[in-house]
């Protein structure tokens, strides 16, 4: 039976975890996880998703603020894990994941080599892609570049977005880790090394302003940045008035009149009613389901009755 130390944060994570609780062939001696922060209006000190999750299963947590603390080390050692599964963590030192006899192994949520990096999901949905996946490969010293054990394949429909891909890529995610934990327990398990070229896609951690819409880009690029960016970190933009606007859902729109052709990326048009669309280089986004600042979510029909009014906006001419 193997001992093995799971190590993740989020509740993209949990899933992993459950599944290989349930797998008969090994047993969770231990779990890793980040230290509690302040959350919420109260700043109150909260759990990560894998804590909860690792408490309800009576498992001994570890919290460590330095993962090459020789105290942290040390403990994690007494352990003596065969194999430590990572998902959703951070960037471990070599003295932590070459640690276990078997080594240590990722759950990482895209078909790599493509989308190395903190934020798989939400680039494969930004650039528009219509297929990602899930990979387990065994860490290595240079970031997600270890050798592959598995991958599956999972389509992007049009309508997802990054809290549904997140959904659909974490249970895959729990499946592809306990299959891969089999194979290295029953000593089949492949180990390929990354394809190596120039055309692969990075998936940097976001910043604040890669949520800023530019609209000087072409309609189909920013409907396929506001999936990638919903409903977090959110896709913005500054309304004529000067306050920010999330924007959770858009979708483009084809206009047929003078207006059109005369009109400046970035010229914010309504009727005041129905819909607020913003021009691109291209045509227009529709914009969906928004937020505008200090005010709750929405939809944009009860945004213009409400926190919508005298803002001054173009008028479309009728169609």
Known sequence: MLNIIFMGTPDFAVPTLE??????????VAVVTAPDRPAGRGRQLQASAVKVAAEAHSLPVLQPTNLKSPEFQAELQRYAADLQVVVAFRMLPEAVWNMPRLGSINIHASLLPQYRGAAPINWALMHGDTETGVTSFFLRHEIDTGDLIFQE????APEDDFGSLYNKLKAVGADLARRSVEAIAAGTAPSIP???GDDLRPAPKLQKETGRLDFNRPTSELVNWVRGLSPIPTAFATLPDGRVMKIFRAKSVELNNSFTTQKTPGTWASD???YLRVATSDGWLDLLDVQAEGKKRMGVEEFLRGAGQGLGFAALPAQ
């Open 19 to 28: 599944s290989l609780l349930a797998w008969p062939g090994g047993r969770v």
């Open 153 to 156: 394949r999972v389509p992007i």
């Open 194 to 196: 990354q394809a190596q």
């Open 272 to 274: 005041g009613k129905h």
